[in-house]
């Protein structure tokens, strides 16, 4: 796996994460999260502990790299990547 494809990933779960927060306040009739207790605290409170951990999972793979031209090659499939980060371009 790519770290494209990994980040990729990372954003389809944390936007996942968040349409069902925000699914489940509207059914269950809140403004906002503050306003839920009980169970729906417990749900909201991981699910927002989830996302931040997905979130800073996310900003460790996105490399810090300016992708100098002797650092760039071409996998077997004439796919452009960094040798340095090991990013496709």
Known sequence: MTVKKAIKILDWWIEHKKNGMEQLKKQWNYQTFDEATGVAKTLFEMDETIIYNLEKIRKEL??????PKKMRDRDPNGQWYCMNCNLDL
């Open 62 to 67: 996105i490399p810090n790299c300016k992708h």
